[in-house]
Nanobody, 121 residues
Framework: QVQLVESGGGLVQPGGSLRLSCAAS????????MGWYRQAPGRQRELVAR???????NYADSVQGRFTISRDNAKNTVYLQMNSLKLEDTAVYYC???????????????WGQGTQVTVSS
């Protein structure tokens, strides 16, 4: 069994900051890429940022320069530092990971349950 648990969402004013965390737990052998996606009401889920096991990153154009993704491999945790938040950043943010479970062949994709981020004045 594997779980991805997000935390750190909430309500923030435009221009403010939030830091999201996502901890993976369970029978994990290794974790490849980890990332954050978001879904706003009435819109499709979209990639926000992704980080490889070696630390290579990529970002959506809409968050480039404002958001920073990082990870702590010892803690199986990925972070998303969000600065200069805008109204349009409001969404449910989901953690995602490609990982291999102990005793299971192959790499599979897992999702967290999501955390709400609301940017409002």
């Amino acid at each position: 069994q594997v779980q991805l648990v997000e935390s750190g969402g909430g309500l923030v004013q435009p221009g403010g900051s939030l830091r999201l965390s996502c901890a993976a737990s369970g029978s994990i052998f290794s974790i490849n890429a980890m990332g954050w996606y978001r879904q706003a009401p009435g819109r499709q889920r979209e990639l926000v940022a992704r980080i490889s096991s070696r630390g290579s990153t990529n970002y959506a154009d809409s968050v480039q320069g404002r958001f920073t993704i990082s990870r702590d491999n010892a803690k199986n945790t990925v972070y998303l530092q969000m600065n200069s938040l805008k109204l349009e950043d409001t969404a449910v943010y989901y953690c995602n990971a490609d990982l291999q479970r102990v005793g299971v062949r192959g790499v599979f994709n897992y999702w967290g349950q999501g955390t709400q981020v609301t940017v409002s004045s």
